[in-house]
């Protein structure tokens, strides 16, 4: 029985270890890729509005 809460502990121990890493250094770099994803579909959205409007005002002339 020894030998099996001793590997329940490392289990426990070695996901503790991979939730901080996912937290502390993949997260964080996720989130930043995301933010300059949204960015630039934004922009590209706001360009692609613009030429609408454009050809929208093209005939009403």
Known sequence: MDRFEEFGRRIDEELAR???YLEQEVAPETER???SFLREAAKKLEEAAAKVEARIAGRRS
Do not use: D, I
């Open 33 to 35: 890729r995301t933010a």
């Open 18 to 20: 991979l939730r901080q």
